[in-house]
């Protein structure tokens, strides 16, 4: 099946630092997700992306779509505490299910 | 996007019992779901409650441990049924109003079996 495969698992950076996550998947997806969760919360939608090398952006945050729609980042710029949380990437499988990627999880010090 | 209540928030239960999990949605959703989630892991879905009819469950996971009802387009239940210590984990509930906007989650149940 599907497989959503998702690195690092864990990162540690400095207020002020930047974050990348990477997502890869085994079959082509025809979009894919991203999701935060913070600590002791629950999953929260960010944002979706459909086209093949798509781009988008929330603030201090990238999202990229790979070209062969495989494989999908998440860039921070200047992280800061509030990023902190942990972040997963989905794909759609079957009818309108979601694989979850394992997240990573993003801690930041002051 | 959807605003999803889910209740309990937490539990601590008896092995042997069962325990029922409600979300109810403030608008009608497509589709409804139900994730299980262990502290520091991923979301595994475990099925997908269909209006009407029985739900559609993933590999792993059967009825009879999980029975899941949705009456209608803003209401699902999910019951753990005969739990032991392995059914502690997070449950959680899930809708998407359409795909611009994703999927809502509940605030999840902290399922604790002693």
């Known amino acids: 099946g599907q497989q959503v495969m998702q690195i690092p698992q864990y990162q540690h950076v400095q207020e002020g630092e930047d974050f990348t996550t990477y997502c890869n998947s085994s079959?082509?997806?025809?979009?894919i997700q991203w999701y935060k969760q913070r600590p002791g919360g629950h999953p929260v939608f960010l944002i979706q992306l459909v086209k093949s090398g798509e781009v988008k952006k929330q603030k201090r945050l990238t999202f990229q779509f790979g070209e062969a729609k495989k494989n999908s980042s998440l860039h921070i710029t200047a992280t800061q505490t509030t990023d902190v949380g942990t972040y997963f990437c989905?794909?759609?499988?079957?009818?309108?299910?979601?694989?979850f990627g394992k997240g990573t999880m993003l801690l930041v010090s002051p | 996007s959807a605003v999803i209540s889910q209740k309990p928030s937490r539990d601590i239960c008896q092995r042997g019992t069962s325990l029922t999990i409600q979300c109810q949605v403030d608008s009608q959703v497509t589709m409804m779901f139900w994730y299980r989630q262990q502290p520091g892991q991923s979301l595994t879905l475990i099925a997908t409650?269909?209006?009407?009819?029985?739900?559609?469950?993933e590999s792993g996971f059967v009825i009879d441990k999980f029975p899941i009802s949705r009456p209608n387009l803003t209401f699902s239940t999910l019951t753990v049924s005969n739990m032991s210590p392995e059914d502690s984990s997070i449950y959680l509930c899930s809708g998407n109003t359409g795909t611009e906007y994703g999927y809502t989650f509940g605030s999840g149940t902290r399922l604790t079996v002693v």
């Open positions: 989905a794909g759609p499988t079957g009818y309108s299910t979601l694989t």
């Open positions: 409650a269909n209006q009407g009819s029985e739900a559609t469950y």
């Open positions: 079959t082509t997806l025809s979009n």
